[in-house]
């Protein structure tokens, strides 16, 4: 590493950290919930992430005989997908930064049988150990916030991509606006423990970072749709308490349960408000189909 990297600074939420020390504390968060994220994954969306991936897999056009790249792959969900649209003659490559993330999708993948076509690789987005023009398409579900130099990382994902290969990118979005999350303040326990080190791109956002990709498509998911699950997982824990707070505290540790119910109910509901208002039309999620030119 340079000494120019080594003064280079970025935002963790509204901090300013040093560059290779937003990695490690992205790679902290993961490592501290890996055992659990499917678990976790699900309570947090009641399951409609699961939805999103199966967009994924209907608007990405993975065909037999194809090599298919899941970036920040995790726990192997669109891997196990994949791996089957590819076939015997295809190959999915599972990357993830994080190696405790891996090893959690092998084990899950290979318990389950999917041992012939995937292959993992623990990876930096920023820095892929690929040959160029090496995959058909490749998938990033969510995980792109999470990266510290999100130009560099398109740069190498279109580099990773053969000419005419395809990339679908999912994310949280404003309408128009682009910002940080704020974190500051002893009050400010969601900002710090729900939205530490991430940003709200705005929707337009990602088109203008894609260098050398073309846009085939993109989709906005209207906010509402979130905002109902919201609605209904804080129902549902309402409903359910006794049995979550043993869960949680599997999560967050022994007399931890109690708190942390409470955390997420108020962060639901806040987060329900945030994609429900102007109907939905406000924040959203958005499916971006690119297209790396000839």
Known sequence: ??????????????????????QQRVAGVFRS??????????????????????????????RP???????????????????????????????????????????RLTDRGYAGNIEYVQADAEHLPFPDNNFNAVSIAFGLRNVTDKDQALRDMTRVLKPGGKLFVHIFCHRNLTYLFETEGESNW?????????????????????????LEDRWAVNGTHYGKTLEAWLALADRKRQTLIPLLEECYGAGQ??????????????????????????????????????
């Open 1 to 22: 590493m340079s000494n120019n990297d080594d003064n280079k600074v970025t935002h963790f939420g509204y901090q300013q950290v040093p560059w290779q020390e937003k």
């Open 257 to 294: 349960g109690k708190l942390w119910l409470q955390r997420w109910r108020m962060f639901f509901m806040a987060c329900a408000e945030l994609f429900n208002y102007g109907d939905g039309e406000e924040w959203f999620v958005g499916h971006y189909l690119f297209r790396r030119e000839e």
């Open 65 to 107: 005989g194809q090599k298919v790249l899941d970036l920040a792959g995790g726990t192997g969900d669109l891997a196990i997908k994949f791996s089957r649209l590819v076939g015997d003659s295809g190959q999915v490559v599972l990357a993830d930064i994080n190696a405790s993330m891996l090893q959690v999708g092998r084990s």
């Open 190 to 214: 969601m900002g710090r423990y729900f939205f530490t080190g991430g940003m709200m791109p705005s929707y337009d956002w990602l088109p203008r970072c894609a260098d050398r990709l073309s």
């Open 33 to 62: 919930v890996a055992a659990k994220y499917d678990v976790m994954n699900d309570l947090i969306s009641m399951g409609s992430h699961r939805v999103l991936k199966r967009m994924t897999l209907e608007l990405a056009g993975v």
